[in-house]
């Protein structure tokens, strides 16, 4: 019989230090992540002390500037560290990327003396970001939000409600977006919000489908007061800050699905190799085959796209089309890989007792996270027709 088993992806790396970093990345997810993933998923545990050993090992600030504890790696390389960690568990892969979510504003548009003073606890210092944006009545439509910063001499008071923030209740510091000004995108601000200040709250988690062990929560804000030195760019700018943000942000959700995804074809072709029907492995029966290789070829295909994206932003040119797509593509393909390796188990794959299931529930929430996929396409369309007329 022919050898079915899955083998590691073969990645195309630009150097000999990524190499070796991918090596520890998959090192630490063997022995560290994927061990304990079922187990805590089911439980409902969020690992910290996970979070906490990635910050150690340099892993929560790769794409970020050495000077300020980061990893000086190109997004080409981060992404992939990504697809490995989300491949072990997409709790981790996914806390890793909205970290850093959580610590690019200030990384890409705070003061030197801010990057100074907050980034490498941030990147290295053991803490866990959170990116609040999204509010209860503004999820698509981030530009109505209405949490509130009003100026008080030098500090700024601010109120409101965010919602749907991973990590919320429980992050060192979180990214807040709120309204300094007008209506609309032009009269909103970035802040830096330490997760102990008086004031600050996280509800309780929501109880989702999947990926329960990462709380996604509201967090609510009830007179923090904040320092205007923890303001990140120019008043007003926070919206823009926002979206750029998210272009970065829908690459790594793309990253993550495409790991997801891989976990799945996995977990399907060890499957596919031991089960036996008709007097041979299920792997031999073509009906069968065509679905793995459409599976493989499909991820392959998202894993070129999230790259190209990648390697765009890492030359400095305009690539916001390109994540949007990246996103579209290979969270639909997670969720079509893993609804392909829960039939290819049959009646095992709808159990708990493998991990298909669990990776199908996982894969439906990346198609909503960092803008859903409707929004993608809107984002899409823009680039190519322009905007809508009104």
């Given at each position: 019989m022919p050898d079915h088993a899955p083998q590691p992806v073969d990645r195309q790396l630009?150097?000999?230090?990524?190499r070796d970093l991918l090596s520890l990345v998959r090192d630490i997810a063997q022995r560290e992540i994927a061990p304990r993933a079922a187990e805590e998923e089911d439980a409902g545990h969020f690992p910290r002390e996970l979070f906490t050993l990635l910050s150690e090992s340099g892993l929560l600030g790769l794409p970020y500037d050495s000077e300020y504890g980061g990893g000086d790696q190109p997004y080409e390389v981060y992404l992939q560290?990504?697809?490995e960690l989300a491949a072990a568990r997409l709790t981790?892969?996914?806390?890793?990327s909205v970290h850093t979510l959580a610590s690019y504003a200030l990384a890409a548009y705070g003061t030197k003396e801010q990057r100074a003073e907050h980034l490498p606890a941030m990147l290295g210092g053991g803490l866990l970001g959170g990116y609040c944006l999204s509010e209860p009545a503004s999820g698509s439509d981030a530009a109505s939000l209405r949490t509130k910063a009003v100026r008080d001499g030098d500090d700024w008071v601010i109120t409101g409600t965010k919602a749907w923030i991973t990590h919320g209740g429980i992050a060192d510091f979180y990214t807040v977006m709120a309204r300094t000004g007008e209506d609309g995108p032009r009269g909103i601000s970035a802040f830096l919000v330490p997760g102990d200040d008086e004031g600050l709250s996280g509800a309780a988690p929501e109880k989702k489908m999947g990926m329960n062990g990462s709380p996604t929560a509201q967090v609510h804000l009830d007179g923090v007061r904040v320092g205007d030195d923890r303001r990140i760019g120019e008043e007003g700018q926070g919206f823009a800050i926002a979206l750029s943000a998210l272009d970065g942000g829908r690459l790594g959700i793309a990253?993550?699905?495409?790991?997801?995804?891989?976990?799945?074809?996995?977990e399907a072709l060890r499957y596919a190799a031991e089960r036996r029907q008709f007097g041979r492995p299920i792997a031999d029966f073509q009906g069968l085959r065509f679905m793995l290789a459409d599976m493989a070829t499909q991820i392959e295909a998202g894993r070129a796209l999230y790259l190209a994206a990648a390697r765009l932003r890492d030359a400095g040119r305009p690539f916001a089309k390109q994540a949007a797509m990246a996103k579209l593509h290979c969270t639909d393909t997670a969720m079509r890989v893993t609804t392909d390796a829960v039939q290819i188990l049959g009646g095992y794959g709808y159990t708990a007792d493998f991990p298909a299931e669990r990776y199908l529930r996982e894969a439906k929430v990346l198609q909503i996270v960092e803008g859903t996929n409707q929004i993608q396409r809107m984002v899409i369309a823009r680039h190519l027709a322009g905007p809508e007329t009104r």
């Amino acid at each position: 019989m022919p050898d079915h088993a899955p083998q590691p992806v073969d990645r195309q790396l630009p150097t000999d230090e990524a190499r070796d970093l991918l090596s520890l990345v998959r090192d630490i997810a063997q022995r560290e992540i994927a061990p304990r993933a079922a187990e805590e998923e089911d439980a409902g545990h969020f690992p910290r002390e996970l979070f906490t050993l990635l910050s150690e090992s340099g892993l929560l600030g790769l794409p970020y500037d050495s000077e300020y504890g980061g990893g000086d790696q190109p997004y080409e390389v981060y992404l992939q560290v990504l697809e490995e960690l989300a491949a072990a568990r997409l709790t981790v892969g996914l806390g890793v990327s909205v970290h850093t979510l959580a610590s690019y504003a200030l990384a890409a548009y705070g003061t030197k003396e801010q990057r100074a003073e907050h980034l490498p606890a941030m990147l290295g210092g053991g803490l866990l970001g959170g990116y609040c944006l999204s509010e209860p009545a503004s999820g698509s439509d981030a530009a109505s939000l209405r949490t509130k910063a009003v100026r008080d001499g030098d500090d700024w008071v601010i109120t409101g409600t965010k919602a749907w923030i991973t990590h919320g209740g429980i992050a060192d510091f979180y990214t807040v977006m709120a309204r300094t000004g007008e209506d609309g995108p032009r009269g909103i601000s970035a802040f830096l919000v330490p997760g102990d200040d008086e004031g600050l709250s996280g509800a309780a988690p929501e109880k989702k489908m999947g990926m329960n062990g990462s709380p996604t929560a509201q967090v609510h804000l009830d007179g923090v007061r904040v320092g205007d030195d923890r303001r990140i760019g120019e008043e007003g700018q926070g919206f823009a800050i926002a979206l750029s943000a998210l272009d970065g942000g829908r690459l790594g959700i793309a990253a993550c699905a495409v790991g997801l995804a891989q976990a799945a074809l996995d977990e399907a072709l060890r499957y596919a190799a031991e089960r036996r029907q008709f007097g041979r492995p299920i792997a031999d029966f073509q009906g069968l085959r065509f679905m793995l290789a459409d599976m493989a070829t499909q991820i392959e295909a998202g894993r070129a796209l999230y790259l190209a994206a990648a390697r765009l932003r890492d030359a400095g040119r305009p690539f916001a089309k390109q994540a949007a797509m990246a996103k579209l593509h290979c969270t639909d393909t997670a969720m079509r890989v893993t609804t392909d390796a829960v039939q290819i188990l049959g009646g095992y794959g709808y159990t708990a007792d493998f991990p298909a299931e669990r990776y199908l529930r996982e894969a439906k929430v990346l198609q909503i996270v960092e803008g859903t996929n409707q929004i993608q396409r809107m984002v899409i369309a823009r680039h190519l027709a322009g905007p809508e007329t009104r």
